[in-house]
């Protein structure tokens, strides 16, 4: 589909945002270490992390309804490709919250070697970071837990990270009733629940939200991306980060983050720590933290209005779609961003320190591209597929995937930049040739054979 437009701004944001601004801290520093190539999952990534460490901070939507801040992110690329790397990002931020987990986890497994015939336990244990092979049980009963221990329904963020999306997929054909229903009500913060008596079991419905890193290849995602994840709306919802390697290429490699910056992550991941657990007492939540985000609703409204605007000249549905959840996942992500930079704030030196008019000015440009980068990757990736799917629907006639042509299918294997010219203006496209170009060579696209030529890449499936 025409997404050429949205991918512009995209990029004009992109390069705004990494190019000029200064990020966060703990983003700034991996962002900044990462090829180019994987800039924008490490980015991504970063965040959905760091949405866990933001478990207790609320913010207003501009509709006037509350919500927290978590994220579901999933990058798409074929083997080989570098997820790894991204692998151990989400592992690093995670580490002070893992070792909580982990001792909560280890308080469960000794009562349970001392008292193996006994099942209920004396204590409530705090487990948030939940296996992709969780079943809707073991959520319901963590979240139970949770709030047996805290006295407070849905107050900490779940977090799952697959590896690869495939083994989420077959875990939940034994466990999930539906991975994508379970998802899309954690992404909301509504109630999941059970219906079932006995000691073992869990009955009633209790709030949770989730915060998702899938990594997986193309097909994988295909896989789960289906036409019902677009009418639940579960589609809607996340970041999709698509990369590949041009063929040939060597592995890609992060710079090493300088020791002074890897101390400043670890302060950082100290205070938004202490923002989730009292440290004095072992069952006490630290209070909810309100983050007043109304400098960003002229924000939401410009991308409102330009998207909208796009919607109708282009009569697309699924750009009407995908847009207004796209602005809720970058609210969010814009939010986590602004508690980040106060937190960093407090151990900078006066120097160092950003005015809060510089703050508010760079939340807005990670608002900007987070917003159009959600956009533009979902329709990049399904958005033939969905517009095919609504006018099914609206025509009340069987599903039947698009078969248009776009740009790229449209030019040889190998091909020149006054093909792109040439194609771009019988398409009557408003993309620009050499933003395209460049974009093809950054996700995988294609490669340079010299410096007017360049030879497509097959896509791995």
């Known amino acids: 589909m025409n997404n050429d437009e949205i991918y512009n701004i995209?990029?004009?944001?992109?390069?705004?945002?990494?190019?000029?601004?200064?990020?966060?801290?703990?983003?700034?520093?991996?962002?900044?270490?990462?090829?180019?190539?994987?800039?924008?999952?490490?980015?991504?990534?970063?965040?959905?992390?760091?949405?866990?460490?933001?478990?207790?901070?609320?913010?207003?939507?501009?509709?006037?309804?509350?919500?927290?801040?978590?994220?579901?992110?999933?990058?798409?690329?074929?083997?080989?490709?570098?997820?790894?790397?991204?692998?151990?990002?989400q592992c690093e931020i995670m580490s002070r919250m893992e070792a909580y987990n982990n001792h909560e986890l280890a308080r469960e497994e000794n009562f349970r070697a001392k008292h193996?015939?006994?099942?209920?336990?004396?204590?409530?244990?705090?487990?948030?970071?939940?296996?992709?092979?969780?079943?809707?049980?073991?959520?319901?009963?963590?979240?139970?837990?949770?709030?047996?221990?805290?006295?407070?329904?849905?107050?900490?963020?779940?977090?799952?990270?697959?590896?690869?999306i495939g083994m989420a997929i077959d875990a939940s054909q034994q466990s999930y009733s539906d991975l994508r229903n379970i998802n899309l009500i954690t992404y909301d913060?509504?109630?999941?629940?059970?219906?079932?008596?006995?000691?073992?079991?869990?009955?009633?419905?209790?709030?949770?939200?989730?915060?998702?890193?899938y990594l997986g290849t193309p097909s994988a995602m295909n896989r789960y991306f289906n036409t019902y994840?677009?009418?639940?709306?579960?589609?809607?919802?996340?970041?999709?980060?698509?990369?590949?390697?041009?063929?040939?290429?060597?592995?890609?490699?992060?710079?090493?983050?300088?020791?002074y910056e890897k101390d400043l992550i670890g302060d950082v991941l100290d205070i938004l720590f202490d923002e989730v657990f009292d440290r004095e007492d072992p069952d006490r939540l630290m209070p909810i933290k309100h983050l007043n985000m109304e400098f960003l609703y002229p924000e939401l409204t410009h991308y409102e209005d330009k998207t909208i605007e796009i919607?109708?000249?282009?009569?697309s549905t699924s750009i009407d779609t995908f847009r207004k959840r796209s602005a809720v996942s970058a609210?969010?992500?814009?939010?986590?961003?602004?508690?980040m930079y106060l937190a960093e704030n407090q151990i900078l030196t006066p120097d160092e320190k950003l005015p809060p008019d510089e703050i508010e000015d760079n939340v807005k440009a990670?608002?900007?591209?987070?917003?159009?980068?959600?956009?533009?990757?979902?329709?990049?990736?399904?958005?033939?597929?969905?517009?095919a799917l609504y006018l099914a629907a609206e025509q009340n006639t069987t599903f039947i995937p698009s078969k248009k042509v776009g740009l790229y299918d449209s030019l040889p294997d190998i091909f020149t930049r006054a093909d792109v010219k040439e194609k771009t203006d019988e398409m009557n496209l408003s993309r620009e040739p050499r933003k395209t170009i460049s974009y093809w060579k950054?996700?995988?696209?294609?490669?340079?054979?010299?410096?007017n030529t360049f030879q497509k890449i097959i896509e791995e499936e």
Do not use: W
């Not at 609210?331 to 508690?339: D, G, K, L, T, V």
């Open 10 to 89: 995209m990029q004009a944001n992109r390069e705004d945002l990494f190019g000029l601004r200064r990020m966060p801290g703990v983003v700034r520093q991996y962002v900044n270490s990462a090829p180019e190539l994987l800039k924008d999952p490490t980015f991504f990534t970063c965040m959905t992390a760091l949405s866990v460490y933001n478990s207790r901070v609320r913010v207003v939507y501009d509709d006037k309804s509350e919500s927290g801040l978590q994220i579901q992110v999933f990058v798409a690329a074929p083997q080989a490709s570098g997820k790894g790397c991204l692998d151990k990002i």
């Open 116 to 164: 193996p015939n006994t099942h209920r336990m004396p204590f409530k244990t705090c487990v948030f970071i939940l296996p992709p092979s969780t079943s809707r049980f073991q959520m319901c009963r963590r979240a139970s837990n949770i709030q047996s221990r805290f006295n407070e329904s849905g107050g900490l963020c779940f977090y799952t990270f697959s590896p690869e």
């Open 189 to 213: 913060g509504g109630k999941i629940g059970m219906d079932h008596g006995g000691d073992n079991s869990f009955h009633g419905q209790i709030n949770a939200r989730q915060s998702l890193l």
């Open 229 to 259: 994840s677009i009418e639940n709306g579960t589609l809607g919802r996340v970041v999709i980060c698509s990369f590949k390697q041009p063929i040939g290429s060597r592995k890609p490699v992060f710079k090493d983050i300088p020791i």
């Open 311 to 315: 919607a109708i000249n282009t009569q």
């Open 331 to 339: 609210f969010r992500i814009a939010a986590i961003a602004y508690n």
């Open 366 to 387: 990670v608002f900007r591209y987070s917003a159009y980068y959600a956009l533009h990757s979902v329709l990049d990736r399904y958005g033939d597929m969905a517009e």
């Open 442 to 451: 950054q996700v995988g696209k294609i490669r340079k054979l010299d410096e």
